[in-house]
């Protein structure tokens, strides 16, 4: 194999990446509705406590456990800003 095919090989994974990470803004923003429906805070520390251990457990590497959590603390960060938008939003805008 060589360089571009392993780019191109990349570039799927990208792509593949991209329809997951905005697959779980959409389910953001529906657990952020929840929230505000509920009257919930946005901001569970347990939650994302237990978020990041599975993923360090479930971590088969290369990557080390400290690079998993401060990718998925990203991911959760950007969740986090959706859920916030969404349950300070009016009615009149619904989850995607």
Known sequence: MDINEIRKRID???DVLLRIFNERARLALEIGHFKKELNLPVFDPAREKRIFARMKEDNPGPLDDEAIVRMFERVVDES???ERIMSH????????
């Open 89 to 96: 939003a009016t009615d009149e805008i619904q989850p995607l």
């Open 80 to 82: 986090r800003r959706l």
């Open 12 to 14: 799927l994974l990208d």
